[in-house]
Nanobody
Framework: QVQLVESGGGLVQAGGSLRLSCAASERTFSRHAMGWFRQAPAKEREFVAGINWIGSSTFYADSVKGRFTISRDNAKNTVTLQMNNLNPEDAAVYYC??????????????????????WGQGTQVTVSS
């Protein structure tokens, strides 16, 4: 089973930026779709961004489009979430997740937590106003 470790979370002022990284333990990661989800206190876990295995397709929640960018480096077994112009509503625990998807899977699949078979432990992002 692939293990994922997130890093890069922390405290940032509104309008600031953070870069989250997710390191995978195995090379099988490079054949899997990856996603970032987040969960704020008393709220459901929600999709943030997803990327296909080769990095040619990316998907974003409407709330982060234009501010967040997901990317991956399969040679380094890492996926990254660049977050710009953060606001207090972005504060949450951010989780990296991975899973096998077909070339026909689109935005709905990438946004579905059930499509991902392994998850990291999460990293806290706090945004002060």
């Amino acid at each position: 089973q692939v293990q994922l470790v997130e890093s890069g979370g922390g405290l940032v002022q509104a309008g600031g930026s953070l870069r989250l990284s997710c390191a995978a333990s195995e090379r099988t990661f490079s054949r899997h779709a990856m996603g970032w989800f987040r969960q704020a206190p008393a709220k459901e876990r929600e999709f943030v961004a997803g990327i296909n295995w080769i990095g040619s397709s990316t998907f974003y929640a409407d709330s982060v489009k234009g501010r967040f960018t997901i990317s991956r480096d399969n040679a380094k077994n890492t996926v990254t979430l660049q977050m710009n112009n953060l606001n207090p509503e972005d504060a949450a625990v951010y989780y990296c997740a991975g899973g096998a998807m077909s070339p026909f899977d689109g935005s709905k699949s990438f946004a579905s937590a059930t499509k991902y078979s392994y998850w990291g432990q999460g990293t806290q992002v706090t945004v002060s106003s």
